[in-house]
């Protein structure tokens, strides 16, 4: 499925660490934001931001590249050629993919957006992912790709820099003699504002695995507060009302139900990310009693998903909604910390399911 330029392009990610007693639920990193960018109070959600046309997909990135010795079959292993990639994921130009050094600007979403997820973590919450030449020389024997980390030198000075100009990313870079380490990131989901809403983004949704959790230096004007938590915990936490998120993050944290074992999860992405990725662009139907938003693949989604650009009324309660659908893919809305998610049928992508808490952990 193909979005429109009214969609502007940003990446986030799901950062992933282990617990502290085997067996238990991963960590996840989540970001409460500042009062002055929340949307409503206690809005939390996964580092990321938007794309940086200047920074993120300057050419001098693969000049740096090159000159550091990455070579182009390491930047190809990051790219995904298949006709049916989400429009925010295809190439933004003509040519062909071995033509890595000899562009204009780089036009392989699949760098760009890892490049704009990198910065934004470190812009947000100071954590900057990288290898050295040492790291980057294991890169064909790290099975597990976990994502290394660099934190002594100036970080704050050098946050405070990349915040007020992105394009000062790659001077960092140059600094430390390091390059992103862009192969730490496992494409996870897209997901795209529904059409109804002025400000519409499409977002790409990366895993990243931590063996150890970093230091954190909060970006104040963009972040209040950090918090490494399970997906149960952090579930519990929107349904208490402590925090609150909007649906691509209950989405994504309700399919980590499912896999609560650090390294069979990140074998399990390194695996997955190979298979590409579905645009998730909610469509939203008007019942008499609430909302209910569809995905691909229920029999109420529409064919052209960002035309659908005022609710769709249905003449019938939620459940009389559910009951006319045989396939069904979607999200019903109950209030601000009652998100229920439904799919019946086999996911896309080789996905996990989404699964609900269970009805113990529910508020009272």
Sequence with gaps: MTTSANWRASASIIL????????????????????????????SVFPGGMLDVEGDESVAWLEYFDHFGVSEEQLRRLVLISEHRPGVLAPQGTGCYDRFFKRSKIWAREITLRLTALREC?????????????????????????????????????????????????????????????????????????????KRHETVFFMAFLNAQPRLQVEPTEVKECLWRSPTELLRLFQYGELWFLPPQIYELSRLLGIRDYHKLQAFAVQRSKLGTTMFLPVCYHCTDNMVYVLPGDDFYVAEPHMATEFISFPGTVAEFRSRSKCQHRYEIDDQSAIKVYLNFKTFNGHLAPQNLPIELHKL
């Excluded at 992933?16 to 809005?43: C, F, I, Y």
């Excluded at 040492?134 to 597990?144: R, Y």
């Design 122 to 198: 470190f812009e947000e919450v100071g954590i900057l992912l990288c290898r050295n030449h040492e790291q980057m020389t294991q890169l064909d024997s790290d099975g597990d790709l976990s994502a290394y980390f660099q934190q002594n030198f100036d970080l704050e000075a050098w946050q405070r820099r990349v915040h007020n100009k992105p394009s000062d990313f790659l001077e960092l870079c140059r600094k430390l003699q390091v390059v992103p380490d862009l192969w730490a990131l496992h494409e996870w989901s897209a997901w795209a504002t529904p059409a109804f809403f002025k």
């Design 16 to 43: 992933v660490s282990p617990a502290a007693t085997a067996g238990e639920d991963n960590n996840l990193l989540m970001l409460k934001r500042s009062d002055a960018t929340a949307l409503v109070l206690n809005q």
